[in-house]
């Protein structure tokens, strides 16, 4: 066993197992320690802003529902009904599996979900394009409107997979039916608001339905060969025919707004 040098005590005091720092020294190292990050992180791992106040529940439950709608309306468009799945949508949506069927059960109830997000878009659009020409339109203003804001955005598309896919299937068709009743009947009355035409409802109706189908078909053969100038034309002429024939049926004390 080696002996201990000379001058040097054979056994070295032992460390206390611990002991507590003097204030001081707690207070030191405290500012030495880097402040945590400010915020906080949710369980879909979004971090809140510093500062901003926390929102409640049915806040956190509606942006939810929101995104998955959104992401929904994009992968319609995207992929086609038949390929679209909802773990497709909640990976969309940055939203868990279980989060997604928390909200939206069924693929049936994220889909007449983001038709009814859909519709609330147009409805908003709607009301201001009637601020903005107030209580009279020309027929190309209303064409123009119904083309830039319903027909020729991107999510239109969406309501078409949606539609063409409620043909083969009767509940979908009837919840999409029941979402539509209502807006329907506006857009109906508003039409006829704007550019009042007097003729039978009959007549008038038939002209509405005329209109929405020229837009309609203009929405889906941009879809198939992407040709904006063939469309714009087509848009032009379809403008000149309809305001030729609204011009000539309404009443003339009714017409642009301007007495007889």
Known sequence: MAQPRQGKSATRPSAPVSAAPSASAAGSASAAAPAPKSGSVSKTGRRTPPGASRRSQGERSAATRKRLCEAAVALLAEVGFERLTTSQIAQRAQVSKGAQAHH???????????????????????????????????????????WRDVFGRVDYVASVEMMLAARHDPVLRDRLRELLRSWTEVRDDTFHELVPIGESFDRFATFLQLNLAVLRGLAIVRGLDGDEQMIDR???LWIEIATDYAESHQDPAQRRGKPN
């Open 234 to 236: 087509g848009l032009r």
């Open 104 to 146: 939206f059960p069924t693929k049936h109830d994220l889909l007449v979900a983001a038709f009814a997000h859909l519709l609330s878009g147009w409805r908003a659009r709607r009301e201001a394009f009637i601020r903005e020409v107030g209580p009279r339109a020309s027929m190309e203003q209303v064409l123009r409107y119904l």
